[in-house]
Structures are given as C-alpha cells and as structure tokens.
C-alpha cells in the first residue's frame, strides 16, 4: 500500500550547509516518535533551487512547499499537517508572490516559471502526433482556417506583441503583414533553426521535444499570408531534431494536416527540410535563404528585406523555432492573453540556456521581466560551489556581460540592449570569480574570426586584429594603446560591417572593457591575470611549509617538471612547466600556490 | 490512412485525449523517460534498457515506459518521470542503469520514493486541462 505523505527535504548543494540533513533527521525521529512511520516516508531529494529560503521541505500528495524549516518545526510539521491535516501555514511558502508574473487562468506554483514555448517538451512523446492533438494540437491551425480571416490572425500577433525571439526582436505581425501585402504567385514560409551560439540548445530542444507545434505554426503563417511553401532550415549536427521533424512531416501529411486542400479548407500547404551545414552565419536570414537556394552562405544587404524580397527573390516570412512554437497558443489563448505577460515593451515568456557556474543549469522558459538574480539564485539554485558571482554572458559571440549591479534589473530586449549586451537567442552562460574576462573576450572573437565569411572586410580584417589584439594582452605583452585599439576598430566594425556577424562580433571585447576595464589593465600593467585563467601569466610554485611530499602532484604532472624525495619537499621546474594547473587542483594541502 | 476533414479531426482528437487520460490517470503505472539529446548523451537509452530489464525480471508487463523530450532539468539528466496509480508523480534524475532497477523495485514494487534523486517538476502544466 502506498504511504499517505511523502515528505521531502531539499538536498542540493546550497542547502548541505544549511542543517538540510538536520531537519530531514528531525523531521525522521518524529514521524518515529509520532508512530507514523508506516504512513510517511521521510526523504532527501536531488534539490528543489530553492536557495535563498533554504531548506525547502514538500510535502507529498498535496504539494505544500515549506521554506526556511529548522529542525525545531519538525514536530509541529508532523502532528498539525501530517496527522491532521493542517499544512503549517507559518512556514508555506507564498505563491501569491508569483502570480502578478502570471496570467489568471495559469496555475501559480512556487516556481517561477511559465512554460508557453516548452509548453510540450518533457510532457508528450514526440514522436506521436496522438499526444500532440491530445492537448490541442493542430486546433490553432483548424481556428485560423476556419474562423478567422488572414487580418485577424495578424491582428491577434499584434495583440500579443510578440518579437522575434532569434534575437533581433523586430514585431512578428509585421514581418507577416509586410510579405502579405506584397502581390506575388509565390510566397514562402521559413523556420530558422540553424541555431549556433556556443553554449545554446533551446532551439535543439523545442524541436525533438514538440516537433508539430512548428510545423502547425508554419502552416498558419502559410494561410496568413498567402503562401504554400514552408521550408526548415536546421544544421545537419541536430540528427534527432531532424529525424523527429521528418517523422512529423510524414505524419501530418499522412492526415491530411500538410498537403493540398488542409482540413477540406482548400488551402495547400507543405513543408521540407534543408540542412545546413552549421556555418554560424547562416543563421543571419539573407546568408540562410541564399544558402537555402544552394549557394554558399553569405549575407548580403538589406532592405530589400525578405519579407518583400526573400527566398527566389520571394517574399518570405522567416522566423525562429521560439517564436513559432509560441504562435498556436497565441491564437488558442489570444493575444491579450499573451500581452498580458512580460514588461512595456517585450511581451509573453522567453527560453534561456542556462549554463555556467550554477547548480542547476538547465533549459528555462521564464516570463519576460523576470531578474537575473531570480533565474541565478532562485532557478539557478545559485552559484556553484559556493563561488562569487562575476557576470552572466547573453546572446553568445554578439552578447556581452551584465554585471552583479544589475542583477535585480527586470530582463527584457531594451533592457539588455541598454546595457551593451543583446537578448540573443537566449543562451545565459554564469561567470564567477574564476572567469578571466579577457579570457571570454578571446573565446568569443576566435568563435566569430572562425565564422566569419570573409565577404566584408570590416568583419574579415577587423574581427582578426581585434582578436590578435586581446590575445596579446592575455599573454602579458599588450599596451594601453591596445585598449584604445579594440574600442576604435569594434567601432568600425559596428557600423561597416556588412550583417549581423561583423557587426556585433566587437561586442563581446567592448562591453567587458566596459565593465571589467581593471583586469585588462592589471594583465597589461602587472603582468597578471586576477582570475588564475591566463596561462601566460601564471607561475606555479609549492610552498615549502605546507607541501608534505605526499608526491601526488609529480605523479599526475604530464611533464614530469615536478622534482622531490618522498616526505621531502617537492619543487616546480618553471621552465619545463606547462601550466596545465594539475598540480594545483589535485594537492589536498594547498601546497601548490599559483599567482 | 484518409486525408481528415475538421469532423475526422475532432474524432481523431477525442480519441487521442480518451488515450492520453488512460496513460497519464489510468490503473497502469508508466515510466517517462526524457530523451533529447542531452538525456540519450547521458544516457538515457541505458537507463531504458536497464527499466525494461527489470520490469521483465519482476514480471510487470503492464507498466508502460515512454519517451518525451527534454524536460529541462539538464544538471540532472537523466531523467524520468515515474507515474504510479494513487501516488504522486516523480521526476527522478540522474537516473544510471543502478537507479532505475532500484526505481523498479523499491518505488514501483514497493511504493516508496528513493532518496537523493528526486527533483523539483520545472513549472506547473499550464496547458494540461485534458490531461
């Protein structure tokens, strides 16, 4: 027979220090205590990221959430709520707090997040089109098609003030209005989902987790607009997305729901796949549409822009996989629905790959408006190890870095912007103390001088020199005209650059010159790298009076340069050390030292 | 299979939604196990062997395992959701080849949740009046 109660203490990293085993121990001795050990079942969990109140106890079937628990609550935890029925109300915690970020009609629970995009993935089984209708699928499409005429679809996007979610931000019903006012024969549809920002997967994971909510979104915009075409255009490196799509395809052609005369409506619409080959730049739309046409993927200048003139010179509406998987709930729910989410100017909920030095990364769909500090700390489960916060790095190689004072700033595409950093497509990469910031700035210029397409020489030449620039100065041997340099030259970049690529690729050096400006200076003027990541400027010694000549460190040196008698002490040959760091991360008595 | 018409689809629909309301609150207890590519990279698929091993040895050839995809919880791929009749669901993560026979055994069998891998649901099914 199954226990009454569960109840379930957080474990996870954060909370260890904070008496989370005493009060799973408390909370154990008095269900003992109370005889109602056959009813409950008393457990340490994987971690709730509930950091700030910790530790966090739920109680299992009904959900209660407990904040801030001492083991001195055990007992009143067991007799009220266990025995009687009566949750502790002094201890629950407020989920009233969260609903002004929610819309009324959505259950409001302790976590912060609304899952609009994602609203599928990790419930359905992909791979079935059966548990997509099941929760509504393809009644989107039925509505626009019968119900609502072209205008009204394009009305309902204006209502709910949806933007891009690729990064760009520009309003999704004028996109669509534009290509629809254009007269042509042949219009066409696209989904950009040649997603390539290290360290982002939202794309990767809307696709193999909810497949048919692009293509039904597809097909509206097919209606809306007059087209009968939809092509995806995804990077051959997503194998699973791509086989889940196909299989998608093939099932909704098989009913009917792709193909002539849709929903006996008359209206034809089918979609194919292209793959890219994961050229970064493709992902900028003119470079993907020319590449869709079979030429080599570069950009070129806009206007015109696709909307009028696009793929085969069509006018074609192109969107990201966000942004699709977002519409048929749009036209299920309506726009003020979605409108009613987020801040002034940046509406409904956006996906962020949250990844870096926190515990609980992962892939979180949270209402714009929402802070930083709330997805680190309470999401995020806060900074691994324990380590000090430096930076949250957005929008990959064309983002920057938003700093511990604007922690508390609600996120949003002005917000962002304002701060010398880009929404981007949602990858969130969390810095701490052990991060060079010249480091990142190198990272990202050698991703962008990788991928760059050497149409444009702003891009091609400046992007090199400011990379050949940053990699000097994290090598020890940089000047302060170099600083003045980077900024000159990403200025250049900003505004001759031909697309997108060239002229955010400055970005990443500009804004941590403009943040972290003294750790540029302390490796050009001191020779230092204050994080430890610099391997040019880092010295390894062992410090005579801790090292024990426990020979640890020689045995796992990969050069040997490590010299030392067992329980004597051991000494760092300088010159043949390659300062790997193995030394450093294996001595159990910080006797290695680095500096 | 015939191209649907809007009748066709409404049928189609209550058909799936009968089908999804038997899986998710029905008598069977069923094995939900995220497969993105993160959760096969972490290896999810050995985890559903090691699930389908061990339901065999204990003879529970009604409890279904399923796919989905990814469920977001990346820090603790796997993971699985484990619905059991008249218990609450769980998502479990870190789920190797050793925990899902341990899920089998003491969680399915013995109805008792295992410590130390339970994690939070990452947000609350705003979509899920029909199931």
Known sequence: MAFKHYVMVCGGEGCESKHALAVHDALLKEVREQGVENEVQVLKTGGFGFCGDCPAVQVLPDQTLYVGVQPGDAAAIVTQHLKQGRP???????????????????????QKQLRIVLRNCGVIDPEKIGDYLARDGYAALEKALFKMKPEDVIEELKKAGLRGRGGGGYPTWQKWLFTKKVASEQKYIICNAD??????????????????????????????????????????????????????????????????????SGFDFDIELRLGAGAFVCGEETALITSIEGNRGMPSPRPPYP???????KPTVINNVETWAAIPVILLKGGEWFGKIGTATSKGTKVFALTGKVNNCGLIEVPMGITLREIIYEIGGGMLKGKAFKAVQTGGPSGGVITQDYLDMPIDYEALAQL?????SGGMIVMDEDDCMVDVSKFYLDFTVDESCGKCAPCRIGGRTLYNLVD????????????????????????????????????PAISTLKYFEAEYLAHINDKKCPAGKCRDLLTFFILPEKCIGCTLCARRCPVNCIAGERRAVHTIDAAKCIKCGECYQVCKFGAVERT | ????????????????????????????????????????????????????????????????????????????????????????????????????????????????????????????DAFGKQG
Request: some cysteine; hydrophobic content about 40%.
């Open chain 1, 88 to 110: 502790v109300a002094r201890l629950v915690f407020d989920a009233a707090k969260n609903a002004k970020m929610f819309p009324a009609d959505v259950p409001v629970g302790h």
């Open chain 1, 472 to 507: 000097k100065i994290s090598k020890g041997k940089g000047s302060l005209n170099d600083i003045e340099q980077i900024r000159d030259i990403g200025l250049a970049m900003r505004k001759a650059s031909l697309c997108g690529l060239g002229q955010t690729a400055p970005n």
């Open chain 1, 195 to 264: 997603e390539g920002d290290p360290g982002a997967y939202m794309d990767r994971s809307t696709l193999e987790g909810d497949p048919h909510s692009i293509l039904e979104a597809m097909t509206i915009a097919g209606y809306t607009v007059g087209a009968s075409q939809g092509y995806i255009y995804i990077r051959a490196e997503y194998p699973l997305a791509i086989s889940r799509l196909n299989l998608a395809i093939a099932q909704a052609r098989e009913l009917g729901l792709l193909g002539k005369g849709i929903l006996g």
């Open chain 1, 307 to 313: 909307a009028v003139r696009g793929l085969w010179e």
């Open chain 2, 1 to 124: 299979m015939t191209k649907l018409n809007r009748e066709g689809l409404a049928q189609l629909r209550e058909q799936a939604r009968a089908g999804w309301q038997q899986r998710w609150h029905g008598k069977q207890a069923q094995i939900i196990i995220g497969m993105g590519t993160c959760g096969i990279a972490a290896g999810a698929r050995k985890a559903w062997d090691a699930f389908a091993d061990e339901l065999k040895k204990n003879n529970l050839t009604e409890v279904r395992i399923e796919q989905t995809g990814c469920m977001g919880l990346c820090y603790s791929e796997p993971t699985v959701e484990v619905r059991v009749p008249d218990m609450p669901p769980i998502i479990y993560g870190k789920v190797d080849a050793e925990v899902a026979r341990r899920i089998v055994r003491k969680h399915i069998v013995g109805k008792l949740l295992i410590n130390d891998h339970i994690y939070d649901r990452p947000a609350l």
């Open chain 1, 420 to 424: 010398g950093s880009i929404m981007g």
